[in-house]
């Protein structure tokens, strides 16, 4: 039996059968997520995978549902996600799995090796520092395309701003926002100024250069650590789907370059955990098609402003 398992079914958390989870069941696991949040998908991919019986709670982050006083008296950060079990309230992604993770084995402290190697990447600086260094990056797929990074991008430079109106309009949650407002503010140093986000690569392409040499490790048929999918092939996971998302595959994996990475995410995009868990963005691009009249669509059928427009107010809270 499963170590974590072990540990869950104690508390009645994970069904004893084999069955898939039943949405809508009577669970008394609630996760509070927005299925495009980086550390959302890292919970979502971690509850998929131990065929946890929990309900989704989606939180309208673009519409700053986060900072609503209902859910800063869940988890006075505004942020997602949060697991609540039973009276128990988890915030923070890293604090969720580990509630989840957590007894501990011989294999285990690889894997905790490498979650920690990969949990410190810094993925919102990554990603919006790709915006502003587009040179230093390969070719940008769904949804971070060049009309939506031009937003993103805007949209950062005001980011503290906002942060310390909402201190503001939230008195008891002023302390921890005013101090997002700072580090907002430290980050966007580092996003502008391309030898520091140089450094923030170089760090990448040394944990990956363990990655790979791990996985030389491995058998064809195991994953990053052992037989098992675990939470450090999780946090793996997430992050090589964003890199993917900003082109920068072309820089760490692809060519040639790390052919073990290549293969483990060729076989990861197979996982019914990763397709549940990663948006299908042409199945949204279109429903915000379809949505528009048809004076939004141009001749050659290209994306109009307004579709980059929502796909870029979808997105900007949530990176």
Not at 105 to 129: S, W
């Given at each position: ?31 509070y ?74 294999v ?26 587009p ?94 999918f ?27 370059k ?51 427009l ?10």
């Amino acid at each position: 039996m499963h170590y974590v398992q072990k540990y869950l079914e104690k508390y009645q958390l994970i069904k004893t059968s084999n069955n898939k989870m039943n949405s809508g069941s009577n669970t008394n696991i609630y996760l509070y997520c927005n299925y495009y949040s980086f550390y959302s998908q890292k919970v979502l991919m971690t509850l998929y995978e131990k065929n946890v019986d929990f309900e989704p709670l989606v939180v309208d982050i673009t519409k700053g549902e986060q900072y609503s006083p209902w859910f800063l008296e869940l988890n006075p950060r505004g942020e997602v996600p949060v697991l609540k079990v039973r009276n128990e309230v988890i915030p923070d992604s890293t604090r969720i799995i580990d509630y989840l993770e957590y007894h501990l084995d011989q294999v285990m402290k690889n894997i905790n090796r490498f979650r920690d190697l990969l949990e410190a990447l810094p993925a919102g600086v990554i990603t919006v520092g790709s915006f502003f260094h587009p040179h230093l990056c390969g070719t940008p797929k769904l949804p971070f395309v060049f009309p939506v990074r031009e937003v993103l991008k805007s949209g950062d430079l005001v980011s503290s701003k906002n942060l310390r109106k909402l201190a503001e309009e939230n008195p008891k949650a002023k302390g921890i926002l005013l101090y997002k407002a700072e580090i907002q503010d430290r980050k966007h140093e580092i996003l502008t100024n391309e030898e520091e986000y140089l450094k923030v690569l170089n760090i990448v392409d040394a944990v990956f250069t363990q990655v790979e040499d791990q996985l030389k490790e491995q058998s064809e048929d195991s994953w990053l650590c052992c037989d098992k999918f675990t939470i450090a092939d999780v946090n793996l996971a997430i992050i090589l789907q964003r890199l993917w998302e900003l082109g920068l595959d072309e820089r760490f994996w692809t060519n040639g370059k790390r052919p073990h990475i290549e293969n483990y995410f060729n076989r990861v995009k197979l996982r019914e955990s990763f397709v549940k868990t990663i948006p299908n963005m042409a199945v949204h691009i279109k429903l915000i098609f379809t949505s528009q009249p048809p004076a939004y669509v141009g001749a050659a059928g290209a994306v109009s402003i307004g579709v980059v427009l929502a796909l870029a107010y979808m997105l900007k809270k949530l990176i």
